[in-house]
């Protein structure tokens, strides 16, 4: 069990009656994220995690790692520095390059902070090529920091000039195989979307810079997305207003329209041989003649994916956390320092906490042990947090039985320990359901109209 007054928690405390005056716009969970002390600005576009959000963003890599590897994904690390001339090769260097931080080193030859790692997965490849058919279809991710000069940043980790993504390459024989490829992958992505239990859309999207031939983007709707989506409510047909900007439906000409905003936080692509060509990844066929390896790509922003989930559960005053990426499951708050009740309490929240390894992870357990606070004041902390569950321990006794308060978003309870703990079993039990979800129980719903948003919506 952690301990409050252990972490590192720069919280803001702005002075009572205090003006403030904003010089940009920002966003609910920039705001949030800065105001509880989770998340600290550096410098423009780039932002330091503290340990509270350290553990969200954990549990959200792992949580990722985990789908990824279902399908096959073998996790690596390639450098954050990529040589230009991988680019040139692939003829992206040639592009807009606005957005790219470009460096020497001390010997002239350049290098980029690279916003992405085709060129440098595909190099891998091709240096080692030709590969067998045998080893296909080759999977391969990594997850850490990515770098855009963005021209404004805004909105703290959801447009941001440092961020964290996993990044996922595959390599197959064909095109029917990559297309086979990106539907697993695909599958995956709904899969961890749905665990997430944050509303999203999937949509049709532009190749971009990326190049390719199919293209898609997970969106989670809310009215700070920058990017515009358009949805038709007849056939359940989707995509980025990019590709898409017209007054009937693409697919089955209705003018039953509507338009909602969205911020992207994944993307897939089928790539083809766009880089495999231009770098010569290569394999030998069955018939021992090499051809082109034929690629996709597929990212998942984590950075964004937090701050945007923020975004849209949390309310203005209070962050909300998926179940999954919440910091800790459980918070409790006992009696404070010299209060009459004070002797009990710890009685009481010694013999609970005691029970509590045997229907939780103790990990998910912080005790706010700052009793020099109010129990109001730590309770008032604690529900801006998000905890799902917060229980305070206040000595209070009901004809002689030893009663908690179990505060969930939806519920206060006053009740006896051992319906508490019966309580915070039932969520343990919950999360691990959800935690458990496999693909295969989404495989029936994944042509079900744009509103798949909820697990609970597309039976």
């Known amino acids: 069990m952690e301990r409050l007054s252990r972490l590192f928690w720069p919280v803001i405390v702005s002075p009572k009656n205090a003006v403030i005056k904003n010089v940009e716009a920002i966003s609910r969970s920039q705001k949030l994220l800065a105001e509880m002390g989770l998340v600290k600005p550096a410098h423009n576009g780039t932002f330091q995690l503290m340990p509270l959000a350290q553990r969200v963003f954990d549990k959200c890599t792992k949580l990722v790692s ?9 996790q690596i690390l ?35 902070l690279s916003p992405t790692h085709e060129e440098a997965v595909t190099a891998l490849i091709a240096s080692i090529s030709p590969i067998s058919y045998r080893q296909l279809p080759l999977r391969l991710f990594q997850i850490g920091p990515k770098f855009r000069d963005e021209l404004k940043s805004r909105f703290g980790l959801i447009r941001a000039k440092e961020f964290i993504m996993k990044d996922l390459y595959t390599f197959d024989r064909d095109v029917q195989l990559s297309l086979q490829t990106y539907n697993e992958v695909n599958a995956a992505y709904d899969t961890l979307f749905r665990q997430l239990e944050v509303p999203f859309v999937k949509v049709e999207a532009a190749t971009g810079m990326m190049g390719g031939s199919v293209s ?71 018939n021992g003649k090499p051809e082109y390896l034929v690629m996709g790509c ?3 922003g984590i950075s964004r994916l937090v701050a945007a989930a923020v975004e849209v559960l949390s309310t203005e005053k209070e962050l909300r956390w998926p179940k999954l990426l919440a910091p800790f499951d459980i918070c409790i708050i006992d009696a404070k320092q010299g209060s009459k009740e004070e002797e009990m309490a710890n009685k009481i929240k010694n013999d609970f906490c005691g029970s509590l390894g045997k229907v939780c992870s103790i990990e998910e357990v912080l005790i706010d042990d700052r009793n020099h606070l109010t129990i109001g004041k730590r309770l008032l902390d604690a529900k801006r947090m998000g905890y799902p569950i917060i229980v305070i321990i206040s000595g209070k006794i ?15 309870l006053q009740i ?13 039990k919950a999360k691990s359901k959800l935690l458990n979800i496999s693909a295969l129980g989404f495989n029936a719903r994944l042509n079900c109209k744009y509103r798949v948003i909820w697990m609970t919506t597309c039976s």
């Open 416 to 428: 006896e320990q051992s319906e508490a703990l019966s309580e915070i079993a039932k969520y343990t």
């Open 398 to 412: 009901v004809d002689g039985t030893a009663r908690v308060e179990l505060h969930m978003p939806h519920a206060s």
């Open 216 to 286: 898609h983007e997970y969106h989670y709707i809310t009215p700070t997305g920058e990017d515009q989506l358009m949805l038709c409510d007849n056939c359940g047909f989707a995509a980025n207003v990019e590709i898409c900007n017209a007054e009937i439906c693409r697919r089955c000409k209705s003018a039953s329209l509507q338009y909602v905003r969205g911020i992207e936080v994944a993307h897939t692509f089928v790539l083809k041989d766009k880089y495999s060509r231009p770098l010569k990844a290569t394999f030998l066929q069955d």
């Open 78 to 112: 390639m450098p954050i520095l990529t040589s230009s001339e991988h680019w040139k090769k692939s003829g992206r260097l040639d592009g807009d390059i606005t957005e790219f931080y470009l460096l020497h080193d001390r010997h002239g030859k350049q290098f980029l």
């Open 298 to 300: 597929y990212g998942i």
């Open 66 to 74: 985990r789908r990824m590897s279902a399908v096959g994904g073998q």
